[in-house]
């Protein structure tokens, strides 16, 4: 246990606590529709390419400065510049889930198991975090923080950058939530009322991108790919429709934050996991569900 | 009368390859026509083509006068997804929402009179998944009827429903094509209830359409006339 009160690791820790309630908060939110469109696996799947992404920035981030710059910064100054690594591996990490995005989508389409392919792109990606790990600049320590889910040194600005993302991924999902689900319950439905399916995908898979990307830069994939999946599956068997299936989903996801914070700050314990086996809780009582119905 | 959609000179098919090809028909106010054929003869490409789910490969599709009401088939719908039999009916609406994108109380009111229509006012807050095939079947055609169609196209409405349940939905495609002179298209493989509701057919195999009265096409003589010495045994 800290040695310290509540009162003060709250306020040291102010930053990561709000990051990982916003999370528990918005990605349940977005893992809904990915549950009922099978492909819950993609959660498991992006935030790794995400993770490989921020860790191929900061392999990077020692030719980039040298050949094209980052507003002036030296090697040194943009490590300990928080705006400018986090920008930067922001950036590297959507580009990297719209690459892990693109393959999905691709092996949906394509012959033989989409699983199987997706497994595939998740060995791939874990092994470029590794590979990449090694040839960063600032060493092991901060890319075993974020493999681990240890966010205790999430700042201000991280903070905004992941509220930014999932703000904008969080209106986009309620804007254009009955677009996005009648396009994957009925598609062929939605292109005969009309509606531009084809852009409806583009968005959804972009929102994902977008909340993956910030969150596994600031929170790591084991808390974002955690909040993706366990909640959803918790509330599913408990609801009759799609509104309580997303209220259910973001309460238990936030309460799951608020939990596993609590139980990361009494007992010293990396906060993503501490917040992710919360959520595995939740899982315990849906055969009650299930025998009730 | 007017005509809703024009088929002319089409040829539908994949990847390159026509699965139907100078295909030519007109579907107009009050037809009630059933598509019927062979497995694999191209009944369902020409009716996706119609449908606009498929572009013309060759020809062309004119749709200016419709407004298209889409059953599909319930089986290509998830039940993993929690939806009320309401919820389902409302995404009739979905192309015609504005702003911020809620429903209106004119658009909740006309659903919950679209599935009175179709006879299932006491489920309207039932899961969807729970409800029996035909129930299902017809709480989609509540839904396509949510968007004030003029054409309704409906794929395989009567499949895998018992005797009771195809008989209502067929009745109730009657009526709406006799009261609102809807023109109704539908894929079925049951031909005898289709030589009893349809007022016409479309014969779909080796790729070429024949068009002709249900009466005569699908009695026994017309279709050992269809299938030459081997015909195939009916279903429903």
């Known amino acids: 246990m800290l040695d310290t009160s509540w009162l003060e690791r709250l306020e040291l820790f102010l930053w990561p606590l709000c990051a990982a309630l916003l999370a528990g908060l918005v990605l349940p939110a977005v893992g809904v529709h990915l549950l009922v469109r099978r492909a819950s696996f993609h959660g498991i799947v992006l935030p790794q390419f995400a993770a490989a992404g921020v860790v191929f920035a900061y392999a990077l981030l020692p030719w980039w400065i040298e050949t094209i710059g980052l507003g002036g910064l030296t090697l040194e100054g943009a490590l300990h510049d928080p705006h400018a690594a986090s920008t930067f591996g922001l950036a590297w990490g959507a580009v990297f889930t719209v690459c892990g995005i693109l393959l999905l989508v691709r092996a949906a389409r394509g012959s033989g198991s989409e699983v199987a392919r997706a497994a595939a792109g998740f060995a791939t990606a874990s092994a470029l975090v590794l590979v990449l790990g090694r040839l960063s600049p600032v060493g092991r320590g901060p890319i075993d923080a974020l493999l681990g889910g240890e966010v205790l040194g999430v700042g201000l600005h991280e903070f905004e950058v992941l509220a930014a993302a999932l703000a904008l991924s969080a209106l986009l999902l309620a804007w254009f939530g009955r677009d996005i689900l009648l396009a994957s319950f009925d598609r062929e439905s939605a292109r005969v009322l009309g509606l531009p399916t084809g852009a409806i995908e583009a968005l959804f898979q972009g929102l994902v991108g977008l909340a993956v990307a910030a969150g596994t830069l600031t929170l790591g994939p084991v808390l974002v790919f955690g909040l993706l999946v366990l909640p959803p599956l918790a509330a599913r068997p408990w609801v009759r429709s799609m509104r309580a299936f997303v209220a259910l989903s973001v309460a238990l996801g936030a309460a799951s934050a608020l939990l596993g914070e609590a139980a990361a700050l009494h007992w010293d314990l990396p906060l993503g996991p501490s917040v992710v086996l919360t959520a595995a809780v939740a899982l315990v009582p849906a055969p009650l569900a299930a025998r009730r119905t | ?236």
């Open chain 2, 1 to 236: 009368m007017s005509v809703l959609i024009r088929v002319e000179q089409a040829a539908f098919g994949y990847g390159g390859r026509a699965v139907i090809a100078g295909a030519d028909l007109e579907i107009r106010r009050g037809d009630f026509l059933g598509i019927v054929g062979p497995n694999g003869g191209g009944k369902t490409t020409l009716f996706r083509g119609i449908l606009g789910l498929l572009a013309p490969l060759a020809g062309r599709v004119e749709r200016a006068g419709a407004r298209l009401g889409y059953v599909p088939q319930r089986e290509t719908l998830d039940a993993i997804y929690p939806l009320r039999v309401e919820d389902v009916v409302r995404m009739g609406a979905y192309a015609g929402l504005r702003g911020l994108r809620w429903l209106s109380a004119a658009q909740r009111a006309a659903a919950a009179r679209a599935i009175e229509r179709v006879g299932l006012a006491g489920e309207a807050r039932a899961p969807f998944a729970s409800l029996s095939g035909g129930q299902r079947q017809r709480a989609l055609l509540a839904r396509a009827l949510l968007a004030e169609p003029n054409v309704l196209l409906l794929d395989e409405p009567t499949s895998g429903v018992d005797r009771g349940a195809q008989r209502r939905i067929l009745d109730l495609l009657v009526e709406l094509n006799a009261r609102d002179g809807l023109a109704v298209l539908l894929v079925s493989h049951q031909l005898g209830l289709l030589r009893e509701t349809a007022r016409e057919v479309l014969w779909v195999a080796d790729g070429r359409v024949l068009r002709g009265p249900a009466r005569e096409l699908l009695a026994p003589e017309g279709l050992d006339r269809l299938f030459g010495a081997a015909p195939f045994a009916e279903g429903g």
